[in-house]
DNA sequence: AAAATATTTGCAACATTGTTGCATTTGATA
DNA sequence: TATCAAATGCAACAATGTTGCAAATATTTT
């Protein structure tokens, strides 16, 4: 769906407002093959907006189902495309130690565990840490 | 290991000071059958102290494995026991979306998943999100 | 048991992030 | 182009993470 979809229809199959900041937004994280910080797209973006603005603009993107938004440890938050094409509903994200970023596993899909008797369970964070491929190869 | 050893003996096994707060942290978490927030311990701990010794206290826990940090999202980070005797190594960890709290699964094991060539991990965040037991219970 | 030493604590201070209210600006629509 | 709803920028504040440093405390040595 996304695939072929620009920024601007992006954001008008949802009902929003196309704003230079959501388009660039979208734009940035579309062009990343890996999640981005609030940080990073702000620094590819190319105007300069307020940081409330970022704020809503992730918020509203987010609520739109639009982006999702990855969690590594609680000082680190990065965003991808919410891509219903390329990525499986659930799947888990990668965190590497060294360069600290953020890729989303596509391959490797979740499956839900049985739980505890009474227990349900709507959602999945899934975050495996360790090495990336780029940088096993430099420590060699 | 744990299961019998009182917070005078863990912190003995581990060479940590024997420190009052130490010690009241580790009897609080070993009392809960919960993850509890820095904010519950504080408030079930006896003494009172700076949030700058919590901070390190916990941090000093965590690196000694004594104690493990769970995240939810951004926003919540719990502490429970680690304990080599009940839990296993890598466990899962459930969020309850109605009343905030978060319980270890330790029955709920992790299996490493085959990663994209190239790929190694070293650890697995894993929270499932949903709703408890007990509110589900209230529920009906 | 007291002194010496190394560690921990409390305080002050600051950075980052999340969050809200409100006036102003902007995008969509009639 | 005028109107209206929504988004933005600014100010402000809360919570949390973090460090440096002097004072207090735990452990070790005498």
Redesign the interface.
């Given at each position: 769906m996304f695939a072929t979809m620009n920024p601007k229809e992006i954001l008008n199959s949802h009902n929003l407002k196309r704003t230079s900041c959501r388009e660039g937004i979208i734009e940035v994280i579309m062009s990343s093959d890996k999640a981005l910080s609030e940080n990073e797209i702000r620094d590819r973006l190319f105007g300069n907006y307020d940081r409330t603005t970022f704020y809503r603009s992730f918020k509203t993107l987010v609520e739109s189902s639009i982006v999702h938004k990855i969690?590594?440890?609680?000082?680190l938050?990065k965003y991808a495309l919410d891509n219903q094409l390329t990525h499986k509903n659930e799947h888990?994200h990668?965190y590497c130690?060294e360069c600290n970023s953020v890729v989303c596993?596509e391959?490797?899909t979740i499956e839900k565990?049985?739980?505890?008797?009474?227990?349900?369970?709507?959602?999945?964070?899934?975050?495996?840490?360790?090495?990336?491929?780029l940088c096993?190869?430099k420590a060699e």
């Open positions: 969690v590594v440890d609680n000082n938050v888990a990668f130690n596993l391959s490797v565990p049985a739980l505890p008797e009474g227990f349900s369970s709507s959602e999945i964070d899934f975050v495996i840490k360790g090495t990336c491929k096993k190869e």
